[in-house]
């Protein structure tokens, strides 16, 4: 299916109604076909919209062919689900992504390992290079702590939270997606728990919100009060990858030995459950 042009992206058009509307879209961190189709199944039974994520590793492990197959499935539903490269972390990739045709509707330029002023001119020109494709585009001022599967090892930097005045300079890049750091953790949270900085979060959505959609990393942990408090403070793109992921590998040894097909399908089964139950927690479920 042709991509459209940028003023209809598809990742754009889910989130600027979920920000018209008060509700967030669960971004769902896919690494096998299975997963992709456990969000489609989703979105559709719960009515909902979605994103498929995938990370650079599908690129590596699978050329094109994991992300045509993803691009399929996404924009054949029956509900608006789009596709999303998360943390692009070279030039390199983000242009081999934003070249792939008919794929990725929206890709996250990551240079948070650089230096801020570096993170700033590359983001810009990546930017560019999206938008004259018809690709939205995310970025990450301050960098997120911690590491996740099928990213560039980036735990042992430290974490650098988002300020208002950082939010700013990276929305004057013409980003379309923001995800600010504010106490969240890719990957574990570890012995210190979740301390996320709501303050701050509603500081950088009252100077960019309007401009931009807020978007959550580091989720898995959080319960509905979190992704509310979250939600209160201008999100509307929520990542999540252990939650869906999880329950796939569960599956997978408790049926261990029995019929690959049955051990497929079950796992594809309980993943679109899970799925199902964020899309409730966000209050997306019934807006397709």
Not at 6 to 22: H, P, Q, Y
Not at 110 to 139: F, P, W
Not at 188 to 196: K, V
Not at 211 to 225: I, M, N, Q, S, T
Request: net charge negative; hydrophobic share 40%.
């Amino acid at each position: 299916m042709t991509r459209p042009s940028l003023a209809e992206n598809r990742t754009m058009s889910i989130l600027n109604k979920a920000k018209a509307e008060g509700y967030a879209v669960p971004g769902m961190c896919c690494y096998n076909i299975e997963s992709i189709i456990a969000t489609v199944k989703a979105a559709e039974a719960a009515r909902s919209p979605a994103m498929v994520l995938l990370f650079p590793w599908a690129i590596q492990y699978a050329g094109d062919s994991l992300v045509k197959a993803a691009a399929d499935a996404a924009h054949s539903a029956s509900v608006p689900v789009s596709l999303h490269l998360d943390h692009a972390q070279t030039p390199e990739l983000v242009r081999r992504a934003a070249d792939i045709p008919d794929g990725f509707d929206s890709i996250m330029c990551d240079m948070s390992h650089y230096e801020k002023e570096e993170n700033l001119k590359l983001t810009a020109e990546l930017v560019q290079y999206c938008h004259e494709r018809g690709i939205a585009a995310e970025a990450e001022p301050g960098r997120i702590e911690g590491g996740e599967d099928g990213v560039a090892e980036t735990a042992d930097l430290e974490g650098l939270l988002t300020t208002p005045d950082e939010a700013e300079e990276f929305v004057n890049t013409g980003i379309d997606m923001l995800a600010p750091a504010f106490g969240n953790v890719h990957g574990e949270y570890g012995p210190r728990g979740i301390q996320l900085e709501y303050d701050r979060l509603k500081a950088i959505n009252e100077r960019v919100g309007e401009r931009v959609r807020l978007v959550l990393h580091g989720a898995d942990p959080f319960d509905e009060k979190i992704f509310r408090d979250c939600m209160a403070g201008g999100v509307t793109k929520v990542n999540i990858n252990k939650g869906m992921n999880n329950h796939y590998a569960w599956v997978q040894e408790e049926m261990r030995g029995k019929p690959l097909t049955s051990v497929i399908e079950a796992g594809t089964l309980a993943m679109q459950k899970a799925i199902e139950k964020y899309m409730h927690w966000l209050g997306s479920a019934g807006k397709a």
